[in-house]
């Protein structure tokens, strides 16, 4: 299958089965999108709405539609996952793009476990989501789902968040952040927030590539995005993703062979540090409940869903509830994800549904749930 990588939203962009008709149409649209939502770019309307805060703002529909399902899955999770940690990451030190702040010792400046050198292996046998291999190592796949749904994909529905929110303790507080009309498009955030849609544009953004793709007649593809990736259809020879080792991306910590479309994120508390003013060392992955850099036993969390955005929204909430309680919520949330837990003495651990996504788990390894 074709396949190609550029740079854009700080990340290495691989695409596999898309047509050279494609190529410059995917360049042009993850540089529209950068532009429209890095929290980074003064003149990106992210930027100007962040501005407005407390004032009424007139979106166009790219922002709305992505602040909009973050902000759904903001309020599914109650708060656990956050698009309003703008402020937040600002007051932490990351006020501007990675590679203009102090690294911290040991940090190759890649966003996560398969950020750099992890996509741009679409192309080269190495790394999206893991890596990804193609050529007779794992038999022909059924490809029954695609990864593309949309919200409606979610499942699990919305009932019941007080056993799933983590501990979140206000759900008043998520519930005010901001306030979003469909019919007119505008949103209105409270005086005190900024919005960083950071890993979720990633997700939507590849999502809808492979969505254009599909409706063009583009049967089988895979579009990562640093941790992100969608597959949909398969491959005769199959596919097969290796999840890196957070410490040695080069290496997997282990693999798995989808029997159908797929998303795919990978969350990390390894890469992507630095050094604030003060010397501490903090990371880009933040806890709504402290506003501080996480702290949990999980080193890095994979979750595989019906949805890449689900996907990347979840693996964030796997890894901020740690090693017990992330596959736990997981299963509670939604069963038909499953989820691979790397612990910083590098065991793993799975929950979820992992048959349907061909992960075989080793014995060595802890199952929950």
């Known amino acids: 299958m074709e396949n190609d990588s550029f740079r854009a939203m700080n990340t290495t962009i691989a695409t596999q089965g898309l047509p050279v008709r494609w190529r410059a149409q995917a360049r042009s649209w993850f540089a529209f999108a950068e532009a429209q939502l890095s929290r980074f770019l003064p003149d990106s309307e992210l930027s100007k709405l962040n501005r407005a805060a407390g004032g009424p703002f007139l979106a166009t529909p790219l922002l709305y539609q992505v602040l909009a399902e973050a902000d759904r899955y903001h309020r599914e999770t109650v708060g656990l996952f956050s698009p309003y940690l703008g402020r937040v990451m600002e007051r932490l030190g990351y006020g501007e793009s990675f590679e203009r702040l102090s690294p911290a010792e040991g ?116 579009v990562g995005a640093g941790g992100d990736l969608i597959l949909w259809g398969c491959p005769p020879e199959g596919w097969r993703i ?25 969350s990390s508390a390894v890469k992507r540090r630095w050094q604030d003013r003060g010397g501490s060392v903090r990371h880009h992955l933040v806890d709504p409940r402290t506003g501080d850099s996480a702290r949990t036993d999980l080193a890095q969390a994979t979750v595989i869903a019906p949805d890449a955005v689900m996907a990347e929204v979840y693996a964030k909430c796997a890894l901020l509830l740690g090693a017990d309680e992330g596959p736990a919520w997981l299963e509670r949330t939604n069963p038909r994800c499953a ?3 790397v612990r910083y003495d590098g065991s793993l651990v799975y929950g979820g549904d992992l048959q349907t996504y061909g992960i075989e788990e080793r014995a060595s390894d802890e199952r929950i749930g």
């Open 242 to 266: 290796g999840v890196a080792d957070p410490w040695r991306p080069e290496r997997d910590a282990t693999s798995l062979t989808p029997r159908r479309g797929a998303g795919i994120a990978t």
């Open 107 to 222: 940090n190759d400046g890649s966003s996560c476990c398969a950020d750099g050198a992890a996509a741009e292996g679409i192309a080269h046998g190495g790394r999206i989501a893991g890596r990804i291999e193609l050529g007779g190592k794992v038999p022909a796949a059924d490809a029954r789902g695609d990864g593309l749904a949309g919200a409606d994909a979610r499942g699990g529905g919305l009932a019941d968040r007080n056993t799933r929110n983590g501990g979140l303790a206000n759900a008043s507080e998520c519930f005010s952040a901001a306030e979003l009309d469909p019919g007119s498009r505008a949103i209105r955030l409270r005086a005190d927030v900024a919005v960083d849609l950071g890993g979720i544009a990633k997700g939507w953004t590849a999502r809808h590539l492979a969505k254009l793709a599909r409706q063009d007649g583009v049967r089988t593809g895979a």
């Open 339 to 341: 989820m691979i837990g």
